[in-house]
């Protein structure tokens, strides 16, 4: 097995169980049945957004280390789609959840911001251990400097270099699963920074 596949493998402890499925299969949190795997097989389906601050900076999030899964993990702000819901309404709903906890007045600024800002990148399909694994991919140029982490999942943010958070993905340093097609991802996200940066210079 070499050592992409392992990689895979160890991320299926994420895979939370909550129910059965059709002829007792077990069916994970926000499962989905993509075109390539119907009725053979259930997909774990995800969200990711590289939030990116005006000086070109990606926030991570430092999951809390009360998690009995993964204490201390380093991510970038992601969650499980849930059923009955597309991946745009669940990235939208877990940006507000994981960063802009606080008033309600915080809250709808944020559920504002990523309505108008969010913008979808590559989504993915892996094969982790024999099972399907989903990822929609978003960016979102933030201008919200009040961050309020839902402290029961997160300990802390920062504001790192893009390219540093590129490579801590590469080297499995966070908990999105590395491939190669994510370089196309990166690429996207410097894109859209760029793009928004021009924007600001011509309309100063």
Known sequence: MNQ?????????????IYEKGKNGEKVYKGSIIPDWELKTRYCLATVSCFVINKKGE???EERSHEKKVSPYALDIVSGHIDNNETPTQAMIREYVE????????????????AIQRL?????????????????????????LETITRQKEEITNTRWLPMEEVFEMIRQGKTGLVYD???EKVFQQVREQYQKKKNENLLTR
């Open 4 to 16: 992409f596949k392992e990689r895979l493998k160890a991320k299926r402890s994420f895979n939370k």
């Open 180 to 182: 190669k097609k994510m």
């Open 119 to 143: 913008q979808k990148l590559e989504e993915l399909h892996l094969i982790c251990d024999g099972r399907g694994y989903y990822v929609q991919f978003y960016s979102l140029m933030t201008e």
């Open 58 to 60: 990606i926030l991570v």
């Open 98 to 113: 994981e960063l802009h906890s606080g008033s309600e007045e915080e809250k709808q600024m944020a559920r504002n911001e």
